[in-house]
């Protein structure tokens, strides 16, 4: 039930399982609440259901159950998690996620070049169960497209234009305010070494604007890359020109999620520790999250470059494919990810890249390994038991 498996009658060979002895258990009695419960044990409800995720499938408390009070968490190992979503997701699905949220980051808000914020939908029930469930409804904005691709235009403009900038500060002001978010993300595309000094002195107004009214300000960055025969690099940019006027600055890798990058891991972990490596020295990294993919992706080869596009999966419906087709799972020990090849009813061949408990363990220990504030979920938008049950299991959450 911990591990979220679907395929209990036909395990695939090499898929992971995670064993976790709890520290506390109770058995749930006649007139038992979630509150009575936590009140009992010193926890809190929201730690109960973090424990317990199958309870928010529930209506109520069944006497005779078994629940999972504490695991064996340090509490002086905290996180701060924050996880993508799009306003569409499920109900059901965001109500399991919350308990184990500090930050919900709504997808919801297009900049144009005119400085102008555009909803895409409404997002107020959201923002509601977020506060609800004691975490920070957090806005995102981006001059992302609907076809998921960055408007440069739009960029240029508002980097270079003073008074663009003031307007689309003002007016993500007044959405915050009208709708209750706790703060904003800003999304930061196309970092160079030319514009870099340029993005600073537009942070350093936005984050004066937002923290005198009491909002606290994050940024995303994709790290820009460079590919060739040695392998995959980051430029070594200096950040520390846009850490100094943000509360945080998240590492994340849209660009390596595009269904048209080449098969590979997304967002390997040996080259996430080249990054953490350099950024640790520049940027005081209790001000750093680090982004996780939780998706995988399934190609089609030959790989063509510009061509071949990726399906989306979920790391549930690749350990599926695997096991349907009696295909052993392969690891990649430098990037931490699993992967395989199958050919499908076609005779098409496709590799999928995915991630499993030790992609999921590997990535979360490099928030204590470089003492980083915390870690990035994109997205939300399924339920991965296997990946949660890490995260929680080793670290304590903090709520809002």
Known sequence: MENGITNPENLAIGQTIVIVQPETTYRVRPGDSLESIAEQHNVSPMEIL??????????????????????QTSRSRSIITSGYTFCYIDRSVLIKTLPFLSYLTIFNYKATAGGEIIPATDDT???????????????????????????REANYY????????????????????????????????????DNIDSLSQYLKKAYQVFHSE??????TITPVTNVDNTGMSFDQLDYSKLSEYVDGIIFASYEWARTFGYPSSIFPVNLLIDLLNYVVTIIPPEKIFLGITTAGYDWTLPYIPGATGATVVTNNDAVQIAAENNIAIQFNEPAQSPFFYYMDSDEILHVIWFKDARSFDARAM??????????????????????????????YIQKS
Do not use: C
């Open 366 to 395: 490099l928030v204590s390994q470089f003492n980083l504030q915390g870690l990035s979920l994109w997205t939300i938008m399924k339920f991965d038991a296997q990946m949660w049950l890490i995260i929680n299991t080793q670290y």
């Open 50 to 71: 973090r424990n317990n995720p199958f309870l928010s499938d529930q209506e109520k408390l069944y006497a005779g159950e078994t629940i999972v009070i504490q695991y």
């Open 158 to 193: 508002i980097l270079n234009n003073p008074s663009i900038q003031d307007m689309l500060i003002q007016n993500s002001l007044q959405v915050i305010k009208e709708k209750g978010y706790h703060g904003i993300n800003i999304y930061i595309d196309d970092i160079n070494y």
């Open 214 to 219: 009491g909002y606290r300000m994050l940024i």
């Open 125 to 151: 029930e959201l923002i509601q169960l977020a506060v609800s469930y004691g975490v920070s409804p957090i806005m995102f904005v981006s001059t992302i497209t609907e076809d998921g691709m960055v408007n």
